[in-house]
């Protein structure tokens, strides 16, 4: 079992830039295929991005495709997201979470066992 606990969230200015952390307990981490999602109000959480155990496996949503990165380390049970240019179409609450079912899944909100509590981020205009 893992814990995960974001951090990173903010307001930040139209084509600013934000990094999201998520850090992981547990001696297990490095099994886990990573994910972050967000979710605005009034929508459905939706995948962000994705990440493999290794790292050599990552999957984007087609809205942040080139603007955002997800990277891992396993060393510090520690993943990334990267977003730069963000836009009035980003603001949520972004989730990350674990899913030990491998990365054909990768993308599906309901493979994850495993969530943050959550970290806000606002963009202003």
């Known amino acids: 079992q893992v814990q995960l606990v974001e951090s990173g969230g903010g307001l930040v200015q139209a084509g600013g830039s934000l990094r999201l952390s998520c850090a992981a307990s547990g001696r297990t981490f490095s099994r886990y295929v990573m994910g972050w999602f967000r979710q605005a109000p009034g929508n459905e959480r939706e995948f962000v991005a994705g990440?493999?155990?290794?790292?050599?496996?990552?999957s984007y949503a087609d809205s942040v495709k080139g603007r955002f990165t997800i990277s891992r380390d396993n060393a510090m049970n520690t993943v990334y997201l990267q977003m730069n240019s963000l836009n009035p179409e980003d603001p949520a609450v972004y989730y990350c979470?674990?899913?030990?079912?491998?990365?054909?899944?990768?993308?599906?909100?309901?493979?994850?066992?495993?969530w943050g509590q959550g970290t806000q981020v606002t963009v202003s205009s």
């Open positions: 990440i493999s155990w290794r790292g050599e496996v990552t």
């Open positions: 979470a674990g899913s030990l079912l491998g990365t054909s899944t990768i993308g599906r909100t309901n493979a994850y066992a495993y």
